[in-house]
């Protein structure tokens, strides 16, 4: 059975960091492609980061040199480093899994088999 547990989130201020957990259960995470996507009330999943089975990173425009994500194999977890953290950050944030996805596919949601429960982030002063 696959799991995705995450932790982490919370209620932080702008410009303060955050980072994100999440533990893949029942498979072995350098296997796979393993991002997180954000969820704003009222808005539409977005991809956020991802890091393929290579070690290749990829990231949305809007949290490049902000967000980092990195992979510990020996913890089997994938891990988001959230720094100088603006309002606009707020939202659920996810973590997915997949073990055949393309690079064309990395940023759609639709195309991972494997999802955490989510764990929210709050931006505010």
């Known amino acids: 059975q696959v799991r995705l547990i995450e932790s982490g989130g919370g209620l932080v201020q702008p410009g303060e960091s955050l980072r994100l957990s999440c533990e893949l259960s029942?498979?072995?995470?350098?296997?796979?492609?393993m991002a997180w996507f954000r969820q704003a009330p009222g808005k539409k999943r977005e991809f956020v980061a991802a890091?393929?089975?290579?070690?290749?990173?990829h990231y949305t425009d809007s949290v490049k040199g902000r967000f980092t994500i990195t992979r510990n194999n020996a913890k089997n977890t994938v891990f988001l480093q959230m720094d100088r953290l603006v309002p606009e950050d707020t939202a659920a944030y996810y973590c997915?899994?997949?073990?055949?996805?393309?690079?064309?596919?990395?940023?759609?949601?639709?195309?991972?088999?494997?999802w955490g429960q989510g764990t929210q982030v709050t931006v505010s002063s």
């Open positions: 997915a899994a997949d073990g055949s996805i393309i690079l064309s596919s990395l940023r759609m949601d639709s195309q991972y088999d494997w």
């Open positions: 029942g498979r072995t995470v350098s296997r796979y492609t």
């Open positions: 890091v393929r089975a290579t070690g290749t990173k």
